[in-house]
Nanobody, 116 residues
Framework: VQLQASGGGLVQAGESLTLSCSISGTIVNLDAMGWYRQAPGKQRELVAEYGDDRVRLSGSVKGRFTISRDNAKSTVYLQMNNLKFEDTAVYYC????????????WGQGTLVTVSS
């Protein structure tokens, strides 16, 4: 199983970017797909997650970011609007699954840099 993320880049504050992540291979009982990020010197944190029975968004991105999922394409998207300097981070795609929720996969990370 591989997760391939794309869409990062350098933008100015207030601009938008869309990240996408596609799964190649099969995850048994795929449940949630989502995005985490890690800024320099900080811990990795959840940004958004789209599960079978839930959609979660970090409070810091609510109203600005939207997560969507295309199950037919095994792809999850993160539409990021009104980007702020503090959104600068490496964004990691994540997928969870397994009969007992024991499977956890990560993509390679894509850098988002927001200039103020």
């Amino acid at each position: 199983v591989q997760l391939q993320a794309s869409g990062g880049g350098l933008v100015q504050a207030g601009e938008s970017l869309t990240l996408s992540c596609s799964i190649s291979g099969t995850i048994v009982n795929l449940d949630a797909m989502g995005w985490y990020r890690q800024a320099p010197g900080k811990q990795r944190e959840l940004v958004a997650e789209y599960g079978d029975d839930r959609v979660r968004l970090s409070g810091s991105v609510k109203g600005r970011f939207t997560i969507s999922r295309d199950n037919a394409k095994s792809t999850v998207y993160l539409q990021m609007n009104n980007l702020k300097f503090e959104d600068t981070a490496v964004y990691y795609c994540n997928a969870k699954g397994g009969v007992f929720g024991q499977l956890n996969y990560w993509g390679q990370g894509t850098l988002v840099t927001v200039s103020s």
